[in-house]
């Protein structure tokens, strides 16, 4: 198999088990593409965790789950040195649960400041620095962290400078009643038989998909597409009265980057080997709606960074 027929697989089987919920599991496939990191937001129960483990149990890969919890310490997280005094060395460094490839951030806005600056440094610098040594994470690295939009109490949001580290903020909503009979279903049967195990797709096929796409065209009208697009939340008075008053600060250069990265992802899985704005609006909703900050006019008049971004694609023309 090709490492597209491969990554569609892998696709499939993922879906096979989490009903109702197409887009989502399509932009977690292009979070792994594009060597990124993925924030899941959604109500309790709409398969955030479920959707990280369908996608660990049909790769050829290792999944820590890390709940997060106010009294968690850095160290429960990047490990640490431990004394041994029969060994010559005297420490030796006992590795955490972020040294897998899949992480399961579960609940990440319930951790405190010192463990979310060190979960910073493992997706940003892919490498933690433990009692001054620096330990590398394994090629196929990736954190999928989840949070709850509702329950604020006993939490600690997330800093602009660490959402800004997520490739894409992408939000589960409730399935329709036709996809709701298919859960039911699906659950029960679950339950009655154990379902054939099947061989699980292998790393391999990740690494030679990111190549395949780093190669798929983004022509100069595309660039200038992702660029007006990042442009209007920098200076929204010059697109209009709404806008000025919505937005306060906007994207930086990373919003471009991941924008040019998903975008080709998007065409990759498509067939194409070149962007279209379809591409780009595909997932410019995800890539940007948590590096937007709103205004107080905006949060008063209940404007979200969706509607925000509904408006630019609305006012900025397609090159």
Not at 142 to 155: C, H, K, R, W, Y
């Amino acid at each position: 198999m090709t490492a597209k027929e491969q990554i569609l697989e892998l696709k499939s089987r993922m879906a096979e088990s989490i009903i109702g919920q197409e887009d989502v599991i399509t932009k977690i496939i292009i979070g792994l593409l594009t060597d990124g990191n993925v924030l899941l937001e959604g109500l309790p129960g709409l398969a955030k965790t479920r959707a990280v483990k369908s996608l660990a149990k049909n790769l050829d890969c290792n999944l820590s789950r890390i709940q997060f919890t106010p009294d968690l310490l850095p160290s429960d997280i990047t490990g640490t040195e431990i004394y041994q005094p029969q060994d010559k060395e005297k420490f030796i460094f006992q590795p955490g649960p972020i040294f897998s490839n899949l992480i399961l951030a579960d609940e990440i806005n319930r951790a405190p400041a010192k463990v979310q600056a060190a979960l910073l440094e493992a997706m940003e610098e892919r490498q933690v620095s433990v009692a001054g040594t620096t330990h590398k994470m394994d090629p196929l690295f990736m954190v999928l962290a989840t949070q709850n939009p509702i329950e604020q109490e006993g939490t600690y949001p997330l800093p602009e400078a660490q959402l800004d580290r997520f490739i894409m903020k992408v939000l589960i909503s409730y399935p329709s009643n036709e996809d709701e009979i298919k859960i039911m279903r699906l659950v029960r049967s679950e339950s009655n038989t154990k379902p054939a195990a099947s061989k699980p797709i292998p790393q391999k096929s990740i690494f030679d998909a990111r190549k395949e796409i780093n190669n798929v065209q983004v022509k100069e009208p595309a660039e200038k597409y992702i660029a007006d697009l990042i442009g209007a939340t920098r200076y929204p008075e010059s697109f209009g009265k709404d806008l000025k008053r919505w937005v306060n600060y906007g994207a930086s250069p990373r919003g471009t980057i991941n924008i040019d990265k998903c975008s080709r992802a998007v065409a990759w899985l498509d067939g194409r080997d070149y962007v279209t704005p379809d591409d780009i609006r595909f997932i410019v909703h995800d890539v940007l709606r948590h590096r937007l900050i709103l205004s107080y006019e905006a949060n008063a008049e209940g404007k979200s960074a969706d509607v925000v971004i509904d408006e630019l694609l609305k006012v900025v023309a397609v090159a």
